[in-house]
């Protein structure tokens, strides 16, 4: 079981940044991969951003060139860097990590997730 809190977002205008962080009860060394995801009203939940333990990185095309995804190990925490910020940005971002403890389990955890909106 892995436990993932949110923090970091809110309100800002377009244009603007804003930074999420995602807190492990797990070590991120544990982790096969730890993310995050977004959702917006009506739409299916899309990829953001997500590293692994390898240390290799995967963004969702609409963000590349503005997201940045980085990790604090001592700390248990991933972060996102969200810069430029664009109104189609608005959603609820939800935090998402992946282990694999036997070669015949897996397990996957969401966060309870943080709003971010992007107004004109």
């Known amino acids: 079981q892995v436990q993932l809190v949110e923090s970091g977002g809110g309100l800002v205008q377009s244009g603007g940044s804003l930074r999420l962080a995602c807190t492990s009860s797990k070590s991120l060394s544990r982790l096969d991969a730890i993310g995050w995801y977004r959702q917006a009203p009506g739409k299916e939940r899309e990829l953001v951003a997500r590293?692994?333990?390898?240390?290799?990185?995967n963004y969702g095309y609409s963000v590349q060139g503005r997201f940045t995804i980085s990790r604090d190990n001592a700390k248990n925490t991933v972060y996102l860097q969200m810069n430029s910020l664009k109104p189609e940005d608005t959603a609820v971002y939800y935090c998402n990590a992946k282990w694999t403890p036997t070669v015949e389990a897996s397990y996957n955890s969401w966060g309870q997730g943080t709003q971010v909106t992007v107004s004109p």
């Open positions: 590293t692994t333990t390898g240390g290799s990185t």
